[in-house]
């Protein structure tokens, strides 16, 4: 059996990528998307999803390159004077891993994040990361157990098969990507473990921001057996803010996917079923 959950990150990050999410669940095959609680737009996310009942809103837990929920003096160690999170993978891993105060710090600001979620009265409907970094071992830890305190269920595992991705289009598969879908198992024994249901595959890695209709649409057709999410980053059009911290990205290409009648037709193709993580619940 093939199901799909279509899903877009970064929800709150603009009024732009609000827009878009509220049109591809509206007009389009766009199921769920993740709210960046310290976003910029998040209170215009927030209200958009509230007029959209049957959207399902997850946290995308920002840890990594964007704005935090506790002020810099909260977090001297992780953020900068500006509030923001570094842009360094390998230097918040190694604070977050190595260091008891940076751990600390993640502690405090992932149960904040988790906090301003509940304040906004949506159902929690899953968690991921920024960036992915929930695959870091102790964000994973820390956001499965302090999120099942705020009733989370269901948390995605960035596992992406090659396969789909030859028959779909250009891919060529690299040591860095075969490494990464061995770590997936990690967060998937988090997850597991604690009783949450995980996605068995994820597209939108290797074509992060490239998610372009013909893409998708061939995408959608050699989907595998069980539950796929395939995540995009959609936006109506490119602000400054987008252009400075995703120039290569083509937004209004994936806004497009999701609206398109090539991506329906591909899943149709498919036998795929669109659902939501609600449906994937363990009983």
């Excluded at 570094?86 to 149960?111: C, N, W």
Aim: glycine share 8%; proline share 6%; hydrophobic share 40%.
């Amino acid at each position: 059996m093939k199901r799909a959950i279509i899903s877009a990150d970064d929800f709150g990050l603009s009024v732009e990528v609000n827009e878009a999410i509220e049109i591809a669940h509206r007009d389009g095959l766009l199921s769920t998307a993740s709210l960046m609680v310290a976003g910029p737009a998040a209170d215009d996310a927030i209200e958009r999803a509230k007029r959209l009942p049957t959207l399902g809103v997850g946290l995308h837990l920002v840890v990594i390159e964007g704005a935090s929920v506790l002020s810099h003096q909260r977090l001297p160690l992780v953020t900068g004077p500006d509030g923001w999170f570094s842009s360094s993978q390998l230097g918040l891993g190694v604070d977050y891993f190595f260091r008891p105060e940076g751990r600390k710090e993640l502690a405090a600001e992932i149960t904040a994040q988790f906090e301003a979620f509940a304040r906004t009265g949506l159902r929690l409907d899953h968690a991921n990361a920024h960036k992915h970094m929930h695959l870091h071992p102790t964000v994973g830890r820390m956001m499965i157990d302090i999120g099942r305190r705020y009733g989370l269920r269901a948390v995605r595992v960035p596992l992406e098969p090659p396969e789909p991705l030859y028959a779909a289009g250009t891919y060529t598969d690299t040591l860095g990507d075969a490494a990464l879908r061995r770590w997936t198992k990690l967060l998937r024994y988090q997850a597991r473990s604690a009783g949450m249901a995980t996605n068995d595959w994820c597209f939108g890695l290797a074509w992060s921001g490239h998610m372009t209709p013909d893409r998708v649409a061939a995408l959608a057709a050699h989907l595998p057996e069980g539950v796929s999410e395939i995540y995009f980053h959609p936006a109506t059009h490119k602000n400054a803010l987008l252009q400075k911290l995703m120039p290569t990205y083509e937004h209004e290409a994936e806004f497009e996917a999701l609206c398109s009648s090539g991506f329906r037709t591909g899943l149709e193709q498919a036998h795929a079923t669109p659902c939501g993580w609600q449906d994937i619940l363990p009983a």
